[in-house]
């Protein structure tokens, strides 16, 4: 059995692991006042060229969602998201229960297009009723999206141009972020993004971490007693250290970005040997998730052999199925599935 | 000027009034311990013909919805509405502020539709993904809908169907109750109400009376310690007399089912006033609240005579504005408003 | 049966009842955009001699208490309280419903003492592992206090200069405010409290109408959006008019000021007829509401003919009980207690 | 520098990070679906002696405090705690974040008295107005307490008695309970703790992992959905097997308790080397927590050379500190400790 089921089914990378045992029994202060901590934030900033950005670690991907969104927001304010978002659709409703309406625009291909964004804005204010409404305080985006797309720089950059014309932040949601700075057809950097929103979180649970995600404030824009709303959301480690000493690693030496580059390698040699299938894509995703439409039965021998993740059904007969790669990806296991697509 | 704005502009109907003014030296005990609530609650039960009714009086519609929906869902769980519901988009996230997310599907003139519905619940349970969802834990139904319109019986058991079958609530919003309830178009009866649904409240604040709802849950359901929620939201008021005498009136010698046949009765002469003008009519409501499309120039005439509700903007040059008839719609009124629609 | 139970047991002063019946069937706008909400704001503004003041009318004490405190406090700040504070113990958790902790300290008669709440600000501050509790946002007072005592002026300078210092709001519960104005005890005047702190609100409720609070900020520091806050906490009134004609009125001609007065006046009769009779009084309370010990088996007879509030447990033997007056209170009813009173 | 700071200046136990390392690699699904994770809730249960625990593997204690006790009380509820409790004074008001209140009672030591736990539920349901109050809900204890000190089998007994008389649930949280259970005074097991109390949670994050608390409910009362629920408090981790490896490894023949033994063997060489030295004892604890009362000058030489914890002020001149070992304690670092407290 070989698995292509998400990009979070290994452990850590080796030289995260092997600094996590170097630095084991050294007695270390708790709550993220250790000096791997520091230095992981000291890193980040570097890597994202962006001397004011103030850098926080937290555990997961919904947990820092739900702790930037309801930080930032005004109890009156609710949060613009893609109709497809994390935020809105796979979070059980973690954004709701700190008190903040997910507000829905249509996605396309789980991006959110900036003209309609300024028209929801724009309208919402035109209206002379909006004070019994949920008032937009901030935009959502995910980059690579929930279906693996990226914005480009000019969409980024219209984007920001509409937050900051309305005021409000431009969130990004970087649970895979690694893999859209490394696909070949972005235009987009780290310091791009530093530069072009206001927050935005760099994933590690799903690039080389055993858990973690860096949330980073670009704009001096941290809201007051982070540290204690990060606790009060029950999202502080005792042990800071675990968080600290896996950043740290994964920012020294370009490691996060050579993990994310095997994994957009294998991605491309994943697609290759889907297109020899003559496998159905469900859209085209220039990053390491790969959507394809089976047919059920096929799908049912397929799945024998390849554990994949169930993503939605496409009618009667025929099924989405996603498939992804990450800095864990091994190229013999792609051989494997390419035998098994050859056989079914 | 004359007023059309809405079904809230006048104070209470005169015996409303006046029972306040009879009873308002009588020593009565506080939060709704009083005869006049007991009394009002009792004739509300014996309407409804539901003996098993438990009847709470609340001062306002938002208030109410969030208390039932609030109180009645668990953590986990989130209410479907039509993408046009109150709770949805006009309560300023009441709802989200209690945690719950809102579940919008699309509206038919304001009406959710069953068959939509049952498949919305079907998709849900089937996707093997639903434990990182919002599960949805209860159907919210605003009768009249916020476009004056009207579900029949037969969509109401259909309704009432899919909620049995999949063992959550169908909560109706019956802030404009009575004129729902009149309508020569319905087929709907209160009794048929608290026999279809599971718990909905009979809107005063625009059916005669300063403020208040009675909300009714009807399947001995009624969460435990309501009052104490009750008190928890701040909805509580010391002096439940106010509430009490209130429709304690309302359900003496059919008041409200009286008044609710003046204000159809008077849309009625609206409707017809309005076609002689040849008015564009948005869409057709049975209900008290008419909704026409205004030439912009036009209306800023109409509008130096007659006050009006903006609804939305209809193009460029058109705008889409409600007007309300209600308890308190006078004759002389509609007349004035048929000879200023004459000269413009 | 006479009754004491409370300052809520009858309906509005005549004069605010009369003003609701003359305004009944003028069309208005809803939600407090009436020109008697207006008036009343003005009325207000004046009576606290504080032209920056910005007033907003809701319709209960917890609602007020609820929506003010979790409005003006940061997600990681909770309210300062005396231990026996209505927010702490009687609004069935409304604070915490809101996300924040109360953080009582000791009452002194249902009083804080300004020194101990610097005592603790200054501890909390010292303290090195603050970051992991809850930060003291505000202090609450309630004036008279639940016990019926009042602070003097120099307590309150000294109250407000450790918030002033401490950069927190100093806010004060005033549901039965004009009975401590008028107690012939207090050094207090309106236009000193508008001064001295930093947001009020003026009870109505128990001072002569059916219901309603006037909310005063006094320093610039309304939370932005508030009437979107007041309507997502359920709060917001459709006729906002049933609170602007009653607080018009009680604000016109100091009507506000002479029902209080007539409610002191009562209560003095009150404490002279229960010293005649040689009832234990449980606290010395300057204003409405007094409490008196009785041993259990009178206390029987007594309830027979006179209804009061029971405080709580004395001893095995006694109980305390409270006996209010209010605006509305009849002398003959004071004389009928003299007598019950000589009988048992 | 030696430290004694907190029982959490390590990584995790050799054995814990050793299976980190043999698993790795493996791929295996998401979010404690697991073979790990499931194999770790067995031995729990096994070790627990209680056939129908339910156990769930979460982040650490704030988290799993704020999910167990909010998920299990009604809206309605609030947890009773000592006012010492970590839920009440350290954990940023996580507990009132989701809505409920703490309700103090006094401590004895950290410790809770089951007889004024009684009293208060006896007083709450003989006031006639509890309806307007927080109904206690439930009982949180901490074993150790935040002092080191520890409940004996009776106490738990009466607790657990006292509870279910009141059919409320005994929640305790068992941060430290490996030093718990281990310390020579106790004459409590976990197959005591599991059939005494309702739920509780087993503490990795001090006994020998990197992170991670399992909770463990007892009675078939596991909040329906929990898992969303868990995803809805942003504390569900993708990658589940970093707990559930680390705690299938602590339950593997016994290395939990023997590495908790070791803590305790390290904490009684520690009050002896104090007790030589002349030390004055805040209070005796008998678990792996010390705290001694150190003249400040004094402090500032020792705190020179020995890493400590503040816990608070004595008196102007002295101060109370706090000295832990913990499973990585080492003879050598106490040795070190007794020739500098010679020294000075």
Sequence with gaps: MISFE???????????????????????????SDK??????????????????????LTGGTQTNALIISTMLAD?????????SHVGCHEAGAIEYTGHK???????QGKLDAGEVEQY?????????HEHMVFPGM?????????????????????AKVCSAYKIPLYMD??????????????????DIARLVDVFYIGGTKVGALCGEAAVFTKNNVPRHFMTLVKQHGALLAKGR?????????????LYFKISQHAINMAQRLKAILQEADCTFYLESPTNQQFVVMENEQLKEFGKEVAYSFWEKFDESHTVIRLATSWSTKEEDLESLRKILEKI
Tied chains: 1, 2, 3, 4.
């Design 6 to 32: 998400s990009d979070y089914i290994a452990g850590a990378h080796e030289k995260v692991l092997q600094k996590l045992i170097e630095t084991n029994l050294e007695p270390l202060s708790g709550y993220g």
């Design 36 to 57: 791997y901590t520091k230095s992981a934030c000291e890193k980040i900033k570097a890597a994202c060229a962006c001397e004011e950005a103030e850098v926080y670690l």
């Design 76 to 84: 009156y304010e609710g949060v613009i998201a893609a109709d497809t």
């Design 102 to 108: 997910v507000l829905p625009l249509p996605n396309h």
């Design 121 to 129: 804005l724009k309208t919402f204010y035109a209206d002379g009723n």
């Design 139 to 159: 935009v959502y985006i995910s980059h690579p999206t929930e279906y693996g797309t990226l914005y480009s720089k000019e969409e980024l950059m219209e984007l």
């Design 174 to 191: 970087g649970a895979r972020l690694g893999y859209g700075l490394m696909s070949p057809e972005t235009n987009v950097t780290l310091p």
């Design 242 to 254: 675990l968080l600290g000493v896996q950043f740290d690693t994964l920012f020294t030496d370009d």
